[in-house]
């Protein structure tokens, strides 16, 4: 119902730009609204694994089930990063100063 009012709106401005972002907008709106109990089973699933993952890297600190292959590789990575480009910490985004 509340899309049909959209949509006779969205007819009333007469440019198919305006319409096409606004069906695109309810479109999205409507994904992001539809409830958990009323998702796909493959999909109810594949949230249920990332929550999952995001409470347990939290718990872990970082990358979760990394183990000391996966440090060694990281500290190759960084150390052939900072000779390229300078010294700093690189796990951190930078800050940029515009003046």
Known sequence: MILRQFLRLSSLFHSTAVSFHMRRNIGLSAIVFNKTKELDPVQK?????????????????????????FQKDMNESLSRLQRAYGEGDLTKFPEFKFE
Do not use: C, H, M, W
């Open 45 to 69: 699933l594949f949230l249920d694994k990332i929550r999952e993952y995001n409470t347990k890297s939290k718990q872990a600190g970082g990358p979760v089930d990394a183990g000391p292959d």
